[in-house]
């Protein structure tokens, strides 16, 4: 099945610093990549979508500037949190979709101190 | 109204009952269902999916769809504790690719 690598798998930052997450899709190309946010007992939230070589589409209340999302080939996506605080402490997920369905990144726990 | 609702839970069951899992969604255009398994600290990962009304089984799991109902609904057969995780629905709407993912139920299989 199709496989997506997401590192890093958790990481402790610093308030006003930023984070690259990235997610790379193994065995496939995937033109389209879904960021999600879940914080602690609540479900996925869907922040973006991202399009290799064009601009991601923002779901509405994402700020743009602070989540940075970046397409630049097929195999690879990258979120960077920009001045992140402590409730950007969450866990982030990437996805993409293939034909038989969806498949998700093995996440990011983030926390922001 | 939430566009994806689902009883959040704890459903507790004892080892080897059926546990039944409900979701319902509000686009009524709706095209495809998902059931994610989740558990704490990882992602989600597929169980199965379904687009046609009815029934489709895939091992010890079955889902049931009723697009006049919206309603979509997973059984677990003979149960396992390693079933223990919360069950997430997710529904592709009519625009686009995008998933709406319910809110999840938490499963405890009790030996």
């Known amino acids: 099945g199709a496989v997506v690598s997401q590192h890093p798998s958790w990481v402790i930052c610093k308030s006003g610093t930023s984070v690259k997450i990235e997610c790379r899709s193994l065995?496939?190309?995937?033109?389209?990549m879904f960021w999600y946010r879940q914080f602690p007992k609540q479900s996925l939230m869907l922040m973006a979508t991202s399009n290799e070589g064009s601009k991601a589409t923002y779901e509405q209340g994402v700020e743009k500037d602070k989540f940075l999302i970046n397409h630049a080939s097929l195999t690879l996506s990258t979120l960077t949190v920009t001045s992140a605080h402590p409730e950007d402490s969450s866990f982030y997920i990437c996805?993409?979709?293939?034909?038989?369905?969806?498949?998700f990144g093995s996440g990011t726990r983030l926390t922001v101190v | 109204q939430k566009e994806v609702e689902q009883n959040s839970g704890p459903l507790s069951v004892p080892e080897g009952a059926i546990a039944s899992l409900n979701c319902t969604y509000s686009?009524?255009?709706?095209?495809?269902f998902f059931w994610y398994r989740q558990y704490s600290g990882k992602s989600p990962e597929l169980i199965m999916f379904?687009?046609?009304?009815g029934d489709k089984e895939d091992g010890r799991f079955t889902a049931q769809l009723n697009k006049a109902s919206q309603y979509v609904s997973l059984l677990i057969r003979d149960s396992q504790p390693s079933d223990s995780a919360t069950y997430l629905c997710?529904?592709?709407?009519?625009?686009?690719?995008?998933?709406?993912f319910g809110g999840g139920t938490r499963v405890l299989v009790k030996p």
């Open positions: 686009d009524r255009g709706s095209q495809s």
């Open positions: 065995d496939f190309q995937a033109t389209t």
């Open positions: 379904i687009y046609s009304n």
């Open positions: 996805s993409t979709y293939r034909d038989y369905g969806y498949t």
């Open positions: 997710a529904v592709m709407g009519a625009a686009g690719n995008k998933l709406t």
